[in-house]
């Protein structure tokens, strides 16, 4: 049973930094894109940032690009987003999510997803 296990949530001021990891299991990681998503209290889920297999080529919401940035290592088949300059506007729950394709090709649609972890809590107080 493929499990996506998130972690690094917290509570933290604007400004500071959170680091992010999802621990993917039951899968082949290196073939699968890897993304993070976020919703926040009354909001869609939203795109925040994904990744190819090889780390080659990343994608970013305009939203969070120049502070956030995703990277994979797929020896741990783990993916982390690390989170800089954090704004009380991120605040919500971080979902990481997998997406088997054959060409690798990194998406943004939530729905083109096939696995998804529970999510974590980031809080940013401002």
């Known amino acids: 049973q493929v499990r996506l296990e998130e972690s690094g949530g917290g509570l933290v001021q604007a400004g500071e930094s959170l680091r992010l990891s999802c621990v993917a299991s039951?899968?082949?990681?290196?073939?699968?894109?890897m993304a993070w998503f976020r919703q926040a209290p009354g909001k869609e889920r939203e795109f925040v940032a994904a990744?190819?297999?090889?780390?080659?080529?990343?994608a970013y919401a305009d939203s969070v690009k120049g502070r956030f940035t995703i990277s994979r290592d797929n020896a741990k088949n783990t993916v982390n987003l690390q989170m800089n300059s954090l704004k009380p506007e991120d605040t919500a729950v971080y979902y990481c999510?997998?997406?088997?394709?054959?060409?690798?090709?990194?998406?943004?649609?939530?729905?083109?997803?096939?696995?998804r972890g529970q999510g974590t809590q980031v809080t940013v107080s401002s």
């Open positions: 999510a997998a997406r088997s394709t054959a060409w690798g090709t990194i998406s943004s649609e939530r729905y083109e997803y096939d696995y």
């Open positions: 039951a899968l082949t990681f290196s073939r699968y894109v």
């Open positions: 990744i190819n297999w090889s780390g080659g080529r990343t």
